[in-house]
């Protein structure tokens, strides 16, 4: 307890003040909890000084946080993005790193490859798996039969960019692979399989109607893939490292934009006598529940989930629900509050409740927040040049 309340005060997160008028304090309590290796051996014991969170109201100060500390995986992903497309604005690859690239060809795409002359980052990761939407889809959907695919121009990369897609940059920046292979890929070697894959694809979502109306692969069937691919693992290296493989991997995935741009605001279907914006988040956070469940179950161990982005600035949101399609291109407000305040507010909320309700299980879940950066870029008053048409 001394050496809490000694950091408090050395990071100057503790500050003395006078109680403002028509204010109650909040009390504080003491938190202790057992510090445990993988074979459940005590390592050690932490405490922390917390608010009662129960006296805080909901729409009033319930989201806030008094002894606020930043995740930094977060911090670092929000970083690596933002530099990444500060880089592409400006007509540069995004290497990563500070010297020692050299250029390489993968598939058609020019890019810049960390040398061993890098400084590479030790994160104790096996391998990296990805699930979701096009921002993660890596070619899975070449695959299949849909008119969703990147085998045409300008995605002659496979990847609905023409640069890096998300899962590559952050494959890249913990040091795993320079790209994330689709799973469906048939020349993928066993040791592309021990690092990790990407069973995204692009047009799906967590309401299961979404993907039957692009035909794509639906999160459910991406997590029937991934149990495949641990029986590929197991035929190939055992069952005992395929569990280590598996548990210390990290886990990431991402949707919900195609549910609401493609279904409930373009399809009469979903709305509004079956559902309220309100509901058919429920519906999709429920979703959402049941497939970090799943993976749990599966021997997932360190699991992030993205956030929705600025949906309101996509072309097609701007186009189908500007006035002026043609000379009126700003975002469209209401859904990208959709996005912020319904859907990853609520995430955010669920995440919290899980790590609670998963405390003793050695899990560890993080929200990976890509609607504020990328509103960042789009905002006219800060340093970025980029147009929303030229968001997604």
């Given at each position: 307890?001394?050496?809490?309340?000694?950091?408090?005060?050395?990071?100057?997160?503790?500050?003395?003040?006078?109680?403002?008028?028509?204010?109650?304090?909040?009390?504080?309590?003491?938190?202790?909890?057992?510090k445990?290796?993988?074979?459940?051996?005590?390592?050690?014991?932490?405490?922390?000084?917390?608010?009662k969170?129960?006296?805080?109201k909901?729409?009033?100060?319930?989201?806030?946080?008094?002894?606020?500390?930043?995740?930094?995986?977060?911090?670092?992903?929000?970083?690596?993005?933002?530099?990444?497309?500060?880089?592409?604005?400006?007509?540069?690859?995004c290497?990563?790193?500070?010297?020692?690239?050299e250029?390489?060809?993968?598939?058609?795409?020019?890019?810049?490859?960390?040398s061993?002359?890098?400084?590479?980052?030790s994160?104790?990761?096996?391998?990296?798996?990805?699930?979701?939407?096009s921002?993660?889809?890596?070619?899975?959907?070449?695959?299949?039969?849909?008119?969703?695919?990147?085998n045409?121009?300008?995605?002659?990369?496979?990847?609905?960019?023409?640069?890096?897609l998300?899962?590559?940059?952050?494959?890249?920046?913990?040091?795993?692979?320079?790209?994330?292979?689709?799973?469906?890929?048939?020349?993928?070697?066993i040791?592309?399989?021990?690092?990790?894959?990407?069973?995204?694809?692009?047009?799906t979502?967590?309401?299961?109607?979404?993907?039957?109306?692009?035909?794509?692969?639906?999160?459910?069937?991406?997590?029937?893939?991934?149990?495949?691919?641990?029986?590929?693992?197991?035929?190939?290296?055992?069952k005992?490292?395929?569990?280590?493989?598996i548990?210390?991997?990290?886990?990431i995935?991402?949707?919900?934009?195609?549910?609401?741009?493609?279904?409930?605001?373009?399809?009469?279907?979903?709305?509004?006598?079956?559902?309220t914006?309100?509901?058919?988040?429920?519906?999709?956070?429920?979703?959402?529940?049941?497939?970090?469940?799943?993976?749990?179950?599966?021997?997932?161990?360190?699991?992030?989930?993205?956030?929705?982005?600025?949906?309101?600035?996509?072309?097609?949101?701007?186009?189908a629900?500007s006035?002026?399609?043609?000379?009126?291109r700003?975002?469209v407000?209401?859904?990208?509050?959709?996005?912020?305040?319904?859907?990853?507010?609520?995430?955010?909320?669920?995440?919290?409740?899980?790590?609670?309700?998963?405390?003793?299980?050695?899990?560890?879940?993080?929200?990976?927040?890509?609607y504020?950066?990328?509103?960042?870029i789009?905002?006219?008053?800060?340093?970025?040049?980029?147009?929303?048409?030229?968001?997604?």
């Amino acid at each position: 307890m001394k050496k809490e309340l000694d950091s408090i005060r050395n990071n100057n997160t503790l500050e003395l003040t006078n109680l403002p008028p028509d204010h109650k304090t909040i009390g504080l309590k003491w938190v202790f909890k057992l510090k445990r290796d993988s074979e459940g051996n005590i390592l050690k014991h932490k405490e922390r000084l917390v608010a009662k969170g129960y006296v805080q109201k909901l729409g009033v100060d319930f989201e806030e946080t008094f002894a606020r500390v930043a995740k930094l995986d977060t911090v670092r992903l929000i970083f690596v993005i933002t530099a990444h497309q500060e880089r592409y604005n400006r007509g540069k690859a995004c290497d990563l790193c500070e010297e020692g690239v050299e250029t390489v060809r993968n598939g058609g795409l020019q890019h810049e490859k960390v040398s061993n002359k890098s400084k590479v980052i030790s994160y104790n990761l096996s391998a990296l798996l990805i699930f979701g939407d096009s921002l993660l889809d890596n070619r899975n959907n070449n695959y299949i039969n849909n008119l969703l695919k990147t085998n045409f121009k300008p995605y002659p990369t496979g990847r609905f960019t023409n640069g890096l897609l998300t899962a590559d940059i952050i494959a890249r920046y913990v040091g795993i692979k320079d790209f994330l292979p689709p799973y469906l890929d048939p020349s993928l070697s066993i040791e592309d399989l021990m690092t990790g894959v990407t069973f995204a694809s692009a047009g799906t979502g967590f309401d299961p109607l979404t993907s039957t109306i692009t035909n794509v692969i639906p999160m459910s069937k991406q997590l029937e893939y991934f149990k495949e691919y641990q029986k590929k693992l197991e035929e190939a290296i055992g069952k005992k490292r395929t569990r280590d493989l598996i548990e210390k991997a990290l886990y990431i995935f991402g949707a919900g934009t195609y549910d609401f741009i493609h279904n409930y605001f373009s399809l009469p279907i979903r709305r509004p006598s079956t559902y309220t914006v309100s509901s058919y988040t429920n519906l999709l956070l429920k979703n959402v529940q049941q497939f970090i469940e799943v993976l749990m179950e599966q021997g997932a161990r360190r699991i992030g989930v993205m956030g929705m982005p600025p949906i309101g600035c996509m072309p097609l949101a701007i186009t189908a629900h500007s006035k002026n399609p043609l000379l009126e291109r700003d975002c469209v407000d209401y859904m990208n509050t959709v996005a912020s305040k319904y859907y990853n507010e609520r995430l955010q909320l669920l995440l919290k409740q899980m790590q609670m309700k998963f405390a003793d299980s050695h899990v560890k879940f993080v929200y990976l927040d890509i609607y504020g950066p990328l509103s960042d870029i789009i905002t006219p008053s800060n340093n970025y040049t980029m147009c929303p048409h030229l968001l997604f």
